[in-house]
Structures are given as structure tokens and as C-alpha cells.
T-cell receptor, first 117, second 114 residues
Framework: EPEVTQTPSHQVTQMGQEVILRCVPISNHLYFYWYRQILGQKVEFLVSFYNNEISEKSEIFDDQFSVERPDGSNFTLKIRSTKLEDSAMYFC???????????????FGPGTRLTVL | GNSVTQMEGPVTLSEEAFLTINCTYTATGYPSLFWYVQYPGEGLQLLLKATKADDKGSNKGFEATYRKETTSFHLEKGSVQVSDSAVYFCALRPSGGGADGLTFGKGTHLIIQP
């Protein structure tokens, strides 16, 4: 069964460094998403991406974040200058189709645990 | 804004017990409602969903009914197994074509003892 994959599974970085989290969505899917979960807190929506542009973003997704689909298979989240509070589990997801119903099922990857020291 | 409230965990049950995990939501209109499950070391998997009032989602023996009048989507299973031990997340997606992001509850850790 097709699945969303994410690399690395765990990333440790120093405060102020740039990190790139990578995701390979399911191959025929058109919508891509990033979520994060700070330890002990809710899973929070960051951004959705369609047709090479941001479709929707939350208040959390400020100028230090960016997303990109650099080729036909990868979807990345970049954090330009990491802060301690960026430590969290980051989940990538994808969904097929364009209409509301087809976007309803989001398939999640296993997550990347980011630790900022 | 939109929000989802789940019962706090952990919830510990014996095998074959009846399970209920409460979920209530706040949203305008008619959001779509979801239950996701996360097994240790894995990502979030969609367990079931309902897209309109009085719809019942079901999968793997789990059920949840979309109750507009009580703004609830409680998860139930008649007889749980050890393999059901996981974290369960209730979530909503706002109605309206432009809304993409899911709003999640905090998750309920379910522990089933043999």
C-alpha cells in the first residue's frame, strides 16, 4: 500500500541553524501538508500546498518557515533559523484530488522529531 | 475559532471491555469529523470519518456518529483487543472549499491489558 515517507526520523540541530525536513508524498496525490506536534500538545496544522504554491497557512507558519516541491517526488519544510520552541514532531501528509471531498482523507507520514539545542 | 476536545488519558481497559472515547467540537457550519490512530513509532492513520450530521463512520469494529445537536463524535468499540492500544486523535476539517488544515484534539492514550 502506498505511504507517505519522511526523512530523517530524528534531527538534532543547534539554535539558529537552518533545517530542511523532507517528505515523499503518495505518488498520485496533489495536495501536501505539514503539521507539527510539540511534546504533550495537540497536532497543529502549519501549511497546505497545491500546484506549486501555498494553499492555506496557519498563524504558526511565519516567515521563518518555507515549503517547496523541488522535484516530482519530494516536498520539503525549511526552518531558516531554528529556535528552542521549534522542537517538535513534524508530520507530512498528502491527499488526492482537488475537490473538498477528495481532500478529506489526509494520509500522514511517520514524522520527523526535531530537537533544537 | 475551531476546536476539538477529547477526554484525557490514559484510558486503561481490560481486553474485551467496551470502549468509549469522548470527543466534542466547536466549529461553524458542518465540518467533517475524523478519528485518527497512532500506533507506537508510526504516523497518524485515518480510522474513520463522517462528513454530515447523523453519519456513522465505522472501521475495524470502531464506530462514531456525527451528532450535530450535541457537537460530538464519540468513538466506540464493543470489545477491545490488546492490539488496539494506541493514541487516538479526534479531528475536524472546517466546511468550505478553501479550508485544508485539520484541527486536532490532544489525543487519548488507550492501554488495553490482557
Amino acid at each position: 500500500e502506498p505511504e507517505v515517507t519522511q526523512t530523517p526520523s530524528h534531527q538534532v540541530t543547534q539554535m539558529g541553524q537552518e533545517v530542511i525536513l523532507r517528505c515523499v508524498p503518495i505518488s498520485n496525490h496533489l495536495y501536501f501538508y505539514w503539521y507539527r506536534q510539540i511534546l504533550g500538545q495537540k497536532v497543529e496544522f502549519l501549511v497546505s500546498f497545491y500546484n506549486n504554491e501555498i494553499s492555506e497557512k496557519s498563524e504558526i507558519f511565519d516567515d521563518q518557515f518555507s515549503v517547496e516541491r523541488p522535484d516530482g517526488s519530494n516536498f520539503t519544510l525549511k526552518i531558516r533559523s531554528t529556535k528552542l520552541e521549534d522542537s517538535a514532531m513534524y508530520f507530512c501528509a498528502s491527499s488526492e484530488g482537488v475537490g473538498y471531498t477528495l481532500r478529506n482523507t489526509q494520509y500522514f507520514g511517520p514524522g520527523t522529531r526535531l530537537t533544537v539545542l | 475559532g475551531n476546536s476539538v476536545t477529547q477526554m484525557e488519558g490514559p484510558v486503561t481497559l481490560s481486553e474485551e471491555a467496551f470502549l468509549t472515547i469522548n470527543c466534542t467540537y466547536t466549529a461553524t457550519g458542518y465540518p467533517s469529523l475524523f478519528w485518527y490512530v497512532q500506533y507506537p513509532g508510526e504516523g497518524l492513520q485515518l480510522l474513520l470519518k463522517a462528513t454530515k450530521a447523523d453519519d456513522k463512520g465505522s472501521n475495524k469494529g470502531f464506530e462514531a456518529t456525527y451528532r450535530k445537536e450535541t457537537t460530538s463524535f464519540h468513538l466506540e468499540k464493543g470489545s477491545v483487543q490488546v492490539s488496539d492500544s494506541a493514541v487516538y486523535f479526534c479531528a475536524l476539517r472546517p466546511s468550505g472549499g478553501g479550508a485544508d488544515g485539520l484541527t486536532f484534539g490532544k489525543g487519548t492514550h488507550l492501554i488495553i491489558q490482557p
